[in-house]
């Protein structure tokens, strides 16, 4: 893969290189590998690879995506450092900054939901948790002392939102075996063909 460095202080558009690196950051906490330049387009792969890489992502959203699939992988990766220059007079950039960074954004989460399961329903789980315990415990210390229960929508509701929570936990707990048993195969795909020499 190649890590962009740019040999003139006008290469980047305002913004882009600090929303890369707030990419770079964001992808390696979520996905636990660190990386330094997650949107460079420019990567050379194996056949093994190439063959274990289901390409679903299109436009600007597909390095996130390769990115992602490498980390999954745990397939030896290495970034070198390319310099790069300033467009010429008179091109233009096809990447649109707000438009394309919110996409990106989008499949990170999308991303984290197929391949951290877990870890996304177990957070929203969490949430819902949270926000059931302080609703419905001013609900119970107000049985205990009166022996009633006056605010019935908002002891339903409370409930409710803990079932969500374990109803997300749940879901979490079976994707996470679901992604497991995916992982293997696609593993298993990847190692079907011989290592590049």
């Given at each position: ?27 390696g ?37 390769l990115?992602?699939h490498?980390?999954n992988?745990?397939?030896?990766q ?23 960074g ?36 001013p ?10 229960v006056p605010?019935?929508?908002?002891a ?6 803990a079932?969500?929570?374990?109803l997300a936990?749940?879901?979490?707990l079976?994707?996470?075996g679901v ?19």
């Amino acid at each position: 893969m190649r890590r962009q460095v740019s040999s003139e202080s006008s290469a980047y558009r305002p913004g882009h290189e600090s929303g890369n690196k707030a990419f770079n950051r964001l992808v390696g906490w979520l996905f636990g590998r660190r990386v330094s330049d997650m949107l460079s387009g420019y990567r050379i792969f194996s056949r093994r690879f190439v063959k274990s890489f289901p390409a679903l992502s299109k436009e600007f959203e597909i390095e996130t995506e390769l990115t992602v699939h490498s980390m999954n992988l745990r397939v030896p990766q290495v970034e070198v450092e390319v310099g790069f220059k300033d467009r010429p007079v008179g091109s233009e950039s096809k990447l649109r900054t707000y438009h394309d960074g919110f996409r990106i954004l989008g499949l990170i989460g999308s991303l984290l939901r197929h391949e951290r399961p877990l870890l996304f329903y177990g957070v929203l789980a969490a949430i819902l948790y949270v926000i059931a315990v302080v609703l419905g415990v001013p609900v119970v210390w107000e049985f205990v002392q009166t022996g009633l229960v006056p605010r019935f929508p908002t002891a339903i509701l409370a409930s409710s939102l803990a079932l969500l929570g374990t109803l997300a936990l749940s879901i979490g707990l079976v994707l996470d075996g679901v992604l497991l048993s995916r992982r293997e195969q696609v593993r298993l795909r990847y190692l079907q063909y011989a290592a590049p020499r």
